[in-house]
């Protein structure tokens, strides 16, 4: 669908009314700890206590409960692995919709748990296509053909209508901000929130967050369009799409102050200090925008910040990926080949005067070959501190260990990591 000649109409007002029974007016909360460290005051709001844990609750239900009585009675459709599919499974259930979802077969089935408890005996489900973009194009071929409404995740504007009351919640305690963070990834929270704040608080400035991994909306403003990146980091599942919506990118292009692309290494380690100072659980995507700060952190002096926090969906199953992708990041864990003598206690020598005494090894693989005077191996080693890494190559030089940095290898660190 091409964007309409005459802008449209929104009425995040009415919105909202229309969102009262199935949409929690979550906290804005100020939290001590990020205002002490960056000298400001920093509000988070709590989209990941949505009853679905996540915002996008508010733009599925937006979007399908303003249908016509025909179209409810027809059903919806949606393809989503993720948040999407949660709210949409959530917005069936309240209104009464029968609705059906596609999701791809390799969803973990933590994933198609969640949504089937959402959505209860109003939805079904679909398990097909490898990718998303398989199981999305059987979803709009079924739609079709049965005569059905698709609920996309962010390019219409009913459901950027949804994601903007965001905004409304947040300026009813905060009056004129100075900033706004908003995670980005198909632009449907951050073209409602822009839209919102152009209409009622116009001096706040809206900085938008994406996974350095997949800067879509980044790609759109320098091409003037949405664009398709050839290849993305899904890692931050939330917010890794491939190309942005074409009306959220022309809400949003002229309102956004700022992109800022943060690192997933950074990601990991906020969610890890939110878990572990705040008791606050996110999922990559929800860490975003409290990542962002640091990356931000010379503007923010004395200023009034709101960073959203979109969702907390994270399966426990990868919080270790997340603990190796923020040591890795903090520069605190390092792998190694490093080439043995094979010889009796050359494994100790390495241990005893190689290491510091506040270095750890955490992996190990020895792997013996034909050669009989020396024998590689795969050494994981984690540090305390980032300045011990010098102090380890050092006393490798001096001792005349051979070795290759994995980390600074990236072909080598995925095959081996």
């Given at each position: 669908m091409s964007p309409p000649e005459t802008p449209h109409i929104f009425n995040f007002e009415a919105a909202a009314e229309r969102l009262k029974p199935a949409v929690l007016n979550t906290p804005l909360q100020l939290n001590a700890s990020?205002?002490?460290?960056?000298?400001?005051?920093?509000?988070?709001?709590?989209?990941?206590?949505?009853v679905v844990r996540s915002y996008k609750i508010r733009g599925a239900y937006n979007m399908i409960s303003q249908l016509?009585?025909?179209?409810?009675?027809?059903?919806?459709?949606?393809?989503?692995?993720?948040?999407?599919?949660?709210?949409?499974?959530?917005?069936?259930?309240?209104?009464?919709?029968?609705?059906?979802?596609f999701m791809p077969t390799?969803?973990?089935?933590?994933?198609?748990?969640?949504?089937?408890?959402?959505?209860?005996?109003?939805i079904d489900l679909v398990m097909t296509g490898d990718t998303f973009d398989d199981c999305l194009k059987e979803a709009l071929d079924y739609t079709a053909e049965n005569s059905k409404t698709f609920v996309p995740p962010f390019d219409d504007f009913r459901v950027i209508e949804g994601q903007g009351t965001v905004a409304l919640e947040i300026l009813q305690k905060v009056e004129n901000p100075d900033f706004i963070f908003v995670p980005v990834g198909g632009g449907g929270l951050i073209a409602g929130i822009s839209e919102v704040a152009r209409l009622k608080s116009p001096r706040t400035r809206i900085i938008g967050v994406e996974p350095e991994g997949a800067p879509s909306m980044v790609a759109a403003l320098k091409s003037g369009k949405p664009v398709i990146l050839d290849a993305i980091d899904k890692f931050v599942d939330g917010?890794?799409?491939?190309?942005?919506?074409?009306?959220?990118?022309?809400?949003?292009?002229?309102?956004?102050?700022?992109m800022i692309l943060a690192p997933e290494g950074l990601v990991c380690s906020t969610i890890l200090k939110l878990y572990n100072e705040d008791a606050i659980v996110v999922e990559p995507a929800g860490a975003l925008s409290v990542a962002a700060l640091e990356l931000y952190k010379?503007?923010?002096?004395?200023?009034?910040?709101?960073?959203?926090?979109?969702?907390?969906?994270?399966?426990?199953?990868?919080m270790q990926e997340i603990m190796e992708r923020s040591l890795l990041y903090e520069g605190l864990k390092h792998y190694f080949l490093?080439?043995?003598?094979q010889r009796a206690g050359a494994l100790r020598h390495f241990?005893?005067?190689?290491?510091?005494?506040?270095?750890?090894?955490t992996r190990f693989e020895f792997i013996k070959k034909s050669n009989r005077e020396a024998g590689p191996a795969l050494v994981g080693i984690e540090m305390k501190a980032p300045a011990d890494y010098a102090v380890l190559l050092a006393n490798m030089k001096k001792h005349k260990v051979a070795f290759t940095e994995v980390n600074k290898h990236e072909s080598l660190f995925e095959y081996l990591i």
């Open positions: 990020l205002s002490a460290k960056y000298k400001c005051k920093v509000y988070l709001k709590r989209e990941d206590l949505q016509s009585l025909k179209r409810k009675t027809a059903g919806v459709v949606c393809a989503s692995a993720g948040n999407h599919a949660q709210g949409f499974a959530w917005s069936c259930k309240s209104l009464g919709i029968k609705g059906v979802i390799p969803t973990p089935k933590q994933k198609v748990n969640q949504v089937k408890m959402f959505g209860g005996e109003w917010a890794a799409v491939k190309k942005v919506g074409t009306h959220t990118f022309e809400l949003a292009k002229d309102r956004i102050h700022k010379d503007h923010l002096k004395g200023k009034t910040v709101v960073c959203i926090v979109s969702g907390s969906n994270n399966d426990i199953s990868r490093v080439r043995f003598p241990v005893n005067n190689v290491l510091g005494p506040d270095d750890d090894i």
